[in-house]
């Protein structure tokens, strides 16, 4: 498992509520590629819980979104947008939780169309939320002219979690 390197992070502008590290207000995500899937591990805080103690379902949306996102950053070496966004909450996720997982990969592909499956796993293992986000992906030239060139992983390699 490698560290994906943020392709946005030296950009003027740049405050993605979900993966900028200096946005006060967002949720600060990292990436980590393992074979097909795209990983975050993240820590769920109070101030993200909807009823007492428990992860707001929009954020949980958020958190697929953005993992979807960073999908198509690395595995297709592109940049696009969200066309369509579907949650299923099976059980809630605690904003006590030391740590949530999030997984994501290609469930398919047709033309520009990407469809990308996601799970949300509790600190447990336990399966609390799916995703499915369908993304339309930019050209290379469309791509390169919103200031995406490419994203690379580190070149240390992590134990796999």
């Known amino acids: 498992m490698r560290k994906i390197k943020n392709p946005w992070a030296h950009r003027e502008g740049y405050q993605c509520f979900g993966c900028c590290q200096e946005n006060p207000v967002g949720v600060h995500m990292e990436f980590y590629e393992d074979d097909a899937d795209i990983l975050c591990f993240w820590r769920p805080e109070a101030h993200f819980q909807g009823w007492i103690d428990t992860l707001h379902g929009g954020i949980q949306s958020v958190l697929v979104d953005e993992i979807a996102s960073w999908v198509v950053f690395r595995k297709l070496q592109t940049t696009g947008v969200t066309t369509r966004l579907e949650m299923r909450y099976l059980h809630p996720i605690m904003t006590t939780e030391p740590q949530i997982t ?10 520009n169309l990407v469809t990308i499956e996601a799970v949300i796993e509790n600190s447990r293992g336990e399966v609390c939320s799916k995703g499915e986000a369908t993304y339309f992906t930019f050209t290379e030239e469309k791509a390169r002219e919103m200031g995406f060139t490419h994203c690379d992983v580190e070149d240390e390699q992590l134990l796999s979690m």
Do not use: D, T
């Open 102 to 111: 999030l997984r994501a990969r290609i469930k398919e592909q047709h033309r």
